[in-house]
């Protein structure tokens, strides 16, 4: 698996950093987690085509993390993109209403008609993508947020918190990750309730015994933090803070 950060920021503009979006390329797919501030332009300029990417997979609803939904819908209906292969979207309870009332709103003009769009609620549980298995885990965030954990044939396994507080079942998510990403919205000094801290991820990436841990979702609190001290103090293993365009090989 072959990951690219095509967003590390969060729903608050800077120039620095996108809203949430991650790429994950593996066997031919190439899978996007969220759709944050600037996934889009992002995906163009990696040359991934939006007549065959997919599935999408959204954390939670919160308007970071699906940001361009209507703009993807939207750019689809161009004549020029020639889709014709279904495009799954896969989220946890809520997603199917908000895109229904989404295409209430705007009508066929993110309606798709030359393609199917599948939209999957997902409460937990294991979802065959491809060569991959996905994982869904229901964490502590909003009402129906997830992280997911995408794992190879081969065993390398992925685990992305979306956003998320501390709790057993993100634990559980990046138990023995081969590199997890996971949300650090704020240096510790600032924690904020429902966000995660470096020295939480910290704890919880040794608790889980996450291999490699990368901290992303950062608010511009963190910009000139020393964040990999931070979560050192409680996490042996690598960490590595995100930046747009940034590729990682699981
Ligand atoms: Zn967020
Ligand atoms: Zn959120």
Known sequence: MKLTILGSGTGFPSSLRGGPGYLVQSGGQAIVMDLGMGTLSKLHGLGIPLDHFGPILISHLHPDHIAELVSLLFALKNIVISRKIPLRMIGGPGLKGLVTQLQEVHG???????????????????????????????????????????????????????????????????????????????????????????????????????????????????????????????????????????????
């Not at 599948?118 to 129906?144: F, N, S």
């Open 108 to 250: 066929g003009w993110i309606r798709p008609e030359r393609f199917a769009l599948q939209v999957h609620e997902v409460a937990g549980g294991e979802i065959p993508l491809g060569e991959l298995t996905l994982r869904a885990v229901p964490l502590l965030h909003t009402k129906g947020s997830i992280g997911f954990r995408l794992t190879a044939p081969t065993g390398e396994s992925l685990a992305y918190s979306g956003d998320s507080d501390t709790c057993p079942a993100l634990v559980d998510l990046v138990r023995d990750a081969d590199l997890a990403v996971m949300e650090c919205s704020f240096p510790d000094t600032q924690k904020k309730e429902g966000h995660l801290t470096p020295s939480e991820v910290g704890r919880v990436a040794t608790e889980g015994g996450a291999k490699r841990v990368v901290l992303s979702h950062l608010y511009p609190e963190c910009e000139g933090v020393d964040l990999v001290a931070q979560c050192g103090r409680h996490y042996q293993g690598d960490v590595i803070i995100a930046r747009d365009l940034m590729s990682l090989t699981v």
